[in-house]
Nanobody, 119 residues
Framework: QLQASGGGLVHAGDSLRLSCAAS????????IGWFRQAPGKEREFVAS??????NYADSVKGRLTISRDNAKDTVDLQMNGLKPEDTAVYYC????????????????WGQGTQVTVSS
């Protein structure tokens, strides 16, 4: 089961921390990813974590950090220096192996959490 939380309304430059409860996906074979979908746009990859490391979209590198806590069954997304263009519904997802996440075709999706960044 995947459940995202932590979204909200913030100002540009603020920080926000999203959390994905990822019970059942703690095995090293599961990659966890964060995706987002802005109004009128397609869903896009944001960040992923796998036993081999992390990956980020170019648009968020240096501002967003993904981390995994297997003891708590959570994958967090720390978002710093938020920009209005980060406004979107953020989803966490799980894929068996990293390629499924990077291709945007994970096996499981959680419900989204809204992040709104005002200018």
């Amino acid at each position: 089961q995947l459940q995202a939380s932590g979204g909200g309304l913030v100002h540009a430059g603020d920080s926000l921390r999203l959390s994905c409860a990822a019970s059942g996906f703690t095995s090293d074979y599961w990659a966890i990813g964060w995706f987002r979908q802005a109004p009128g746009k397609e869903r896009e990859f944001v960040a992923s974590v796998y036993y081999s490391g992390t990956n980020y979209a170019d648009s968020v590198k240096g501002r967003l950090t993904i981390s995994r806590d297997n003891a708590k069954d959570t994958v967090d997304l720390q978002m710093n220096g938020l920009k209005p263009e980060d406004t979107a519904v953020y989803y966490c997802a799980a894929g068996f192996g990293l390629p499924s996440i990077l291709r945007g075709t994970p096996a499981y999706w959680g419900q989204g959490t809204q992040v709104t960044v005002s200018s």
